[in-house]
């Protein structure tokens, strides 16, 4: 089992940044790949990010590429999501999440664990 908490979220104004972190707890935290998706309203949830258990292996939706970096701090057991130069666009509930895959990392059907989310909104 794998905890994990999400904070960071916020208002900000469009061109503006926020860095998301993701708090886990309880199996080794690198023995999971870790993932960020999101959920706009009206709109079904959407990979965003992912690394793979070493750090060493990123992978991004083409929608964040370039302005997202995911990281992760296997000693501290967190997770990082930095944004930069944000768009009204980007304003959805921003949720990590945890696989014992090691693969196609971009599916969420494969991860099992999940955080509640943290609301990011980004004003014109």
């Known amino acids: 089992q794998v905890q994990l908490v999400e904070s960071g979220g916020g208002l900000v104004q469009a061109g503006g940044s926020l860095r998301l972190s993701c708090a886990t707890s309880?199996?080794?935290?690198?023995?999971?790949?870790m993932g960020w998706f999101r959920q706009a309203p009206g709109k079904e949830r959407e990979f965003v990010a992912a690394?793979?258990?070493?750090?060493?292996?990123?992978y991004y939706a083409d929608s964040v590429k370039g302005r997202f970096t995911i990281s992760r701090d296997n000693a501290k057991n967190m997770g990082y999501l930095q944004m930069n130069s944000l768009k009204p666009e980007d304003t959805a509930v921003y949720y990590c999440?945890?696989?014992?895959?090691?693969?196609?990392?971009?599916?969420?059907?494969?991860?099992?664990?999940w955080g509640q989310g943290t609301q990011v909104t980004v004003s014109s």
């Open positions: 999440a945890a696989t014992a895959s090691a693969y196609t990392l971009t599916l969420q059907r494969l991860y099992n664990y």
């Open positions: 309880g199996r080794s935290f690198s023995t999971y790949a």
């Open positions: 690394v793979s258990r070493s750090g060493l292996s990123t």
